[in-house]
């Protein structure tokens, strides 16, 4: 295989004590405007005369549809639920109006694929223990300034369930995120306490198989970071953001890896792939 590890024993020490790691400039100034301007011509391209899902998190029972499922293997755009007048006119442009792009912008997209299999990445997954590790979604969130929807407390195991679980989220920051913007926030050490709930899809649509503990904000510190630093995540870490009302967006890619080695990926996630994702790499 020929992948060595990028961590350092202090690093991964932090990680697997707090539940997150920031690497700071993991992205260079090239690679952020590559990726930045590829979306940019992606949203140009976009025609939404036809279609407009809404991607919400406080209320997702709701809004999950079939553009939503078929998404988990394709590039599709969801749109800001603030976004839209009562007559159900854009407020703003397009490219001001949606919430996020997904889910699988690193298998169809070239510029999203070089970085999400780039040497750095494998490097880092391989660090944190995986052995054939697939990327299960990739997002393209855009935070947009005055509109940013918040993203409700969560672990990422909830959404994507391996048995054992295995997933970790590796966030890009793709501009400045602070307070202000809607950065991430997490409970440090949440990880420890196992997953609380998991997010099923069976004939009816999705649900969540048990309702929301309610979380003290207290606990949660703030993850400011600069452009081109990745926040890796561990799966079972509560970690949410807040709505964006300021007139700064923060865009984010986000990735969604799990493991396909001595775990199995259960048939009630929310994303049932026709087609299997490619591994990174196999040790
Ligand atoms: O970008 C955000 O605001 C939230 C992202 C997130 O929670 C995730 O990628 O798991």
Redesign the pocket.
């Known amino acids: 295989m020929g992948i060595a590890g990028n961590l350092n024993p202090n690093q991964l020490e932090f990680f697997n004590t707090e539940g997150y790691l920031v690497l700071e400039s993991f992205a260079s100034a090239d690679e952020i405007r590559s990726l930045r301007s590829r979306m940019e011509q992606l949203l140009d391209e976009f025609d939404f005369s036809s279609k407009a899902s809404i991607f919400s998190t406080t209320n997702q029972q709701q809004t999950t549809d079939d553009y939503f499922f078929e998404s988990a293997e394709k590039i599709s755009f969801f749109f800001e639920e603030k976004a839209f007048d009562d007559d159900g006119n854009l407020k703003q442009p397009k490219q001001l109006s949606i919430n996020?792009v997904g889910h699988a912008l690193h298998e169809h997209d070239p510029i999203f694929k070089s970085f999400t299999s780039s040497e750095k990445a494998l490097s880092l997954l391989c660090s944190l223990g995986y052995k054939r590790p697939v990327v299960i979604q990739s997002?393209y969130?855009f935070?947009q300034p005055g509109i940013?929807g918040?993203?409700v407390p969560?672990q990422?195991n909830s959404?994507l369930y391996t048995d054992p679980p295995t997933c970790t989220?590796l966030?890009l920051a793709l501009e400045d995120?602070t307070i202000t913007n809607?950065?991430?926030w997490a409970i440090p050490r949440s990880h420890k306490d196992g997953l609380v709930r998991r997010f099923i899809r069976d004939e009816t649509g999705v649900h969540f198989d048990k309702p929301s503990p309610s979380y003290d904000q207290k606990d949660f510190v703030p993850i400011e970071v600069k452009a081109g630093s990745l926040v890796a995540?561990h799966g079972d870490l509560i970690?949410?953001?807040f709505e964006n009302k300021s007139c700064t967006s923060?865009h984010?890619y986000?990735?969604?890896v799990v493991d396909t080695d001595g775990c199995k990926w259960v048939e009630d996630n929310w994303i049932r792939r026709k087609v299997d994702p490619e591994p990174l790499y196999a040790s």
């Open positions: 996020k997002m969130i935070k940013g918040e993203v969560h990422d959404f989220g966030w995120a809607g950065c991430l995540i970690h949410q953001s923060r984010a986000s990735l969604h």
